[in-house]
């Protein structure tokens, strides 16, 4: 089974976030995502966003290297001066 490269692109945000991130994913040509429920601790430090939404989410999204850089940089553009924010991509074997 050969085929392109793929990769996992994880980020974990502020519950609130939750609607902008998937409309961005979606305007980015996303094939689909996968949002859940996340609870944790870090080191983030404080931001200033808004928390009538309580909570984290995770979303992942599994594309193209280059849709997943894409879809980073949008929401560090948009959201990381002013919200929590984690994002990481993995390569990944595509089983099916």
Known sequence: MQ?????????????ILEEMLIEEIR???AAGYTVTDARGWGRHGKRRGNWRQGG???VEVVASAELCDRI???FK????ADYGLLM?????TLKN
């Open 72 to 74: 980073a940089a949008r």
């Open 3 to 15: 085929s392109e490269e793929m990769f996992l692109l994880t980020v974990v945000a502020e519950a």
């Open 77 to 80: 553009e948009q959201f990381e």
């Open 88 to 92: 990481f991509t993995v390569p990944v």
């Open 27 to 29: 305007r980015q040509g």
């Open 56 to 58: 984290n989410i995770k």
